[in-house]
């Protein structure tokens, strides 16, 4: 029974203090509602592509990017392109997304690609050996220290580490020691590019880190990766960010195509050289809502109609005019008014209001 009595307090303490909150106004945070949006109303039919980017978002697929179809450049720093999410009855593709893509982070993916791919010795087509990166001899060598541990697994693998440019020297007086005599290629670009930049060395830096991470990888997995080391990647992904297209570079409707065409052929087309999206969509244009045409007032237009014909008639009275004219083709009609295409007038007479019975604009 206490239990119960206790149970029944600690509820009644709980809903107090939610009600309290409820009706507590915090002056630093907003309270969120409820409910955000009640789909069962009008407020979600404003929000449909917003809602539907949310609930469902797209999948880009290398396919979609062959569809895109360029629009053109943005505030001379994006591409807007319309792409298809779907294909057609007849085989063909039909732009609904609106997508907009980044031309630096585009053309930085296309720079980074063809970079990787220069960066290899060329083989005949049908070699299935190694891919071994190019390499550049560094005169003298560079002389780089290494825990023993490290220095052992870099001497048993220094065959296999050949295939990344990387040649090693030991020498018989250390430890601890290795003399570096050839680097990858990217290493040396890079050096020379800080150096007209007027900035300090890099190599040794860049060599270290090379070095380390190869042998940390040979401490955890025992074999050399055949991927593209990451250190070479990042030195990589740099040249294409400073070599690429900036913002605020006008492309001409041609170049833009070219890029789009470009980042088209790439392994991964939707990212920049460091992972950031390349594009992104804004609407797809079968989910906005049509515009609705505005249909004319016809009764609001025949009371004017009338209302400026009696006008006219009784001004006509009081300054004597001249009255409408009257056509041979025009037939009495006292409760219907149109205007002559033939004159622009108003074909009425003294007795009735007429309208040309063929070649009227009825505002009935």
């Known amino acids: 029974m206490e239990e119960i009595r206790d149970a029944v307090d600690a509820a009644a303490v709980s809903e107090s203090l939610q009600s309290l909150l409820s009706g507590w106004n915090n002056p630093v945070f907003a309270r969120y509602p409820e409910v955000a949006v009640d789909v069962s109303s009008g407020q979600a039919e404003s929000l449909a592509v917003r809602i539907h980017n949310v609930l469902y978002p797209y999948r880009f697929t290398k396919e979609m990017i062959h569809s895109m179809q360029v629009l053109q450049q943005v505030d001379n720093k994006f591409i807007a392109c319309l792409m298809s999410t779907k294909m ?5 593709s039909g732009g609904n997304l609106l997508v907009l893509v980044d031309q ?138 400073h070599g690429a297209i900036k913002f605020n570079d ?21 990212q920049c050289a460091h992972g950031r999206p390349s594009m992104l969509p804004l609407a797809d244009l079968d989910h906005l809502e049509q515009e609705k045409q505005v249909k004319p007032n016809i009764a609001k237009l025949r009371k004017m109609a009338r209302a400026w014909h009696l006008f006219g008639r009784a001004e006509g009275r009081d300054n004597k005019a001249e009255p409408a004219t009257v056509h041979a083709s025009c037939e009495p009609d006292e409760d219907k008014l149109g205007i002559c295409k ?23």
Do not use: M
């Not at 057609?88 to 063909?92: F, L, P, S, Y």
């Not at 006008?250 to 939707?270: G, K, N, T, V």
């Not at 007795?351 to 505002?363: G, I, T, W």
């Open 88 to 92: 057609e009855e007849n085989g063909k």
């Open 104 to 241: 630096h982070a585009a053309h930085e993916r296309v720079r980074l690609e063809q970079l990787i791919s220069d960066s290899y010795e060329k083989q005949p087509p049908q070699s299935c050996g190694r891919k071994k990166l190019l390499s550049s001899t560094i005169i003298p060598p560079l002389a780089i220290t290494v825990p023993k541990e490290q220095r052992r697994l870099l001497r048993s693998y220094h065959k296999h580490l050949e295939d990344l440019g990387l040649e090693l020297i030991f020498p018989d007086a250390s430890d601890s020691l290795i003399l570096v005599g050839k680097v990858p290629l990217c290493f040396v670009e890079r050096e020379a590019s800080e150096l007209r930049r007027g900035r300090c060395t890099v190599t040794k830096s860049i060599v270290e880190e090379f070095i380390r991470e190869q042998a940390e990888l040979l401490q955890t997995t025992g074999v050399i990766q055949g991927t593209l080391p990451l250190t070479v990647q990042k030195v990589l992904a740099s040249q294409a960010c």
């Open 250 to 270: 006008r492309l001409s409707l041609e170049e833009s195509h070219r890029l789009i065409e470009a980042l088209s052929l790439c392994q991964l087309p939707f």
């Open 342 to 364: 033939e004159s622009g007038e108003w074909c009425a007479s003294t007795q009735s209001a007429r309208h040309c019975s063929s070649e009227r604009v009825s505002l009935t």
